[in-house]
């Protein structure tokens, strides 16, 4: 009887999952006819569904950066279409949607130094992938090269060699790691100006225009946070922006 029950159970959990990625399949062809139709609103609310519902991949970020561009919501299209591009870094037309939806709030891109930037060509499951195939390798080679009594100056020059992957790999994820802890956010209320300090009557200090993608500093002072855009550090409430990370 334990058996059957178990044997139950999962083919309901099966049946369950089927049904559930035949629903989330259904609900997307209906948000793409709808979008392809101009019926933007209606495909922003199915796409958002999907992504509300745990999925997460840079074709629906995409898209439903899309049709919030084209419903006129520029604060989220500007929110999808980054995180599109964390997923898929690399993809020229997110990169240029990203732009044109920032060119459109009146907003700077995110400025990153050379390196930081080249850290972020790669995702961060790329680096994790290259990081996991060096380990293996390197294991592997140790263990051939202690099996078959390889000289020791060779043996150490192999495992130098295989060792190099390791440390652009383990930068990249260091820094996928630090955008976690200091996101970036786009500004999600209109009039947002970022102050001298965490009060509501400290000096104002400059303006952030609706939509812009700015970089989360600090997040120790209770409704406040310290922001940077444009090379410039403020204090907004954390209502007034949204992070990017998921």
Same mark, same amino acid.
């Given at each position: 009887?334990?058996?059957?029950?178990?044997?139950?159970?999962?083919?309901?959990?099966?049946?369950?999952? /089927?049904?559930?990625?035949?629903?989330?399949?259904?609900?997307?062809?209906?948000?793409?006819?709808?979008?392809?139709?101009?019926?933007?609103?209606?495909?922003?609310?199915?796409?958002?569904?999907?992504?509300?519902?745990?999925?997460?991949?840079?074709?629906?970020? =995409?898209?439903?950066?899309?049709?919030?561009?084209?419903?006129?919501?520029?604060?989220?299209?500007?929110?999808? =279409?980054?995180?599109?591009?964390?997923?898929?870094?690399?993809?020229?037309?997110?990169?240029?949607?990203?732009?044109?939806?920032?060119?459109?709030?009146?907003?700077?891109?995110?400025?990153?130094?050379?390196?930081?930037? /080249?850290?972020?060509? *790669?995702?961060?499951?790329?680096?994790?992938?290259? /990081?996991?195939?060096? =380990?293996?390798?390197?294991?592997?080679?140790?263990?051939?090269?202690?099996?078959?009594?390889?000289?020791?100056?060779?043996?150490?020059?192999?495992?130098?060699?295989?060792?190099?992957?390791?440390?652009?790999?383990?930068?990249?994820?260091?820094?996928?790691?630090?955008?976690? $802890?200091?996101?970036?956010?786009?500004?999600?209320?209109?009039?947002?100006?970022?102050?001298?300090?965490? *009060?509501?009557?400290?000096?104002?200090?400059?303006?952030?225009?609706?939509?812009?993608?700015?970089?989360?500093?600090?997040?120790?002072?209770?409704?406040? $946070?310290?922001?940077? =855009?444009?090379?410039?550090?403020?204090?907004?409430?954390?209502?007034?922006?949204?992070?990017?990370?998921?």
């Amino acid at each position: 009887m334990k058996s059957l029950s178990l044997i139950s159970i999962l083919l309901l959990a099966s049946l369950s999952a /089927a049904m559930a990625e035949k629903d989330r399949e259904a609900i997307f062809a209906q948000a793409k006819a709808a979008y392809d139709a101009g019926r933007y609103a209606e495909a922003e609310k199915g796409f958002g569904t999907l992504v509300s519902n745990g999925l997460f991949n840079a074709e629906l970020e =995409y898209d439903l950066g899309n049709a919030c561009f084209k419903s006129g919501h520029l604060p989220q299209a500007v929110l999808h =279409y980054r995180r599109a591009g964390y997923l898929k870094p690399r993809d020229p037309d997110v990169e240029a949607n990203l732009t044109y939806a920032l060119d459109a709030a009146g907003a700077i891109p995110p400025a990153f130094g050379p390196i930081e930037k /080249a850290l972020l060509s *790669l995702s961060e499951r790329e680096w994790t992938h290259i /990081a996991i195939g060096a =380990y293996l390798l390197l294991t592997v080679a140790l263990s051939i090269g202690l099996s078959i009594r390889m000289r020791r100056a060779r043996l150490l020059r192999l495992l130098a060699i295989l060792l190099l992957p390791l440390l652009p790999a383990s930068l990249g994820l260091w820094n996928w790691h630090r955008l976690k $802890i200091e996101p970036e956010a786009v500004v999600a209320q209109t009039g947002v100006t970022a102050r001298c300090g965490p *009060l509501p009557d400290a000096t104002a200090h400059y303006r952030i225009p609706l939509g812009a993608l700015l970089r989360i500093r600090n997040r120790a002072n209770g409704d406040w $946070i310290e922001v940077e =855009y444009d090379q410039k550090t403020g204090w907004v409430r954390k209502e007034q922006v949204q992070p990017v990370s998921p």
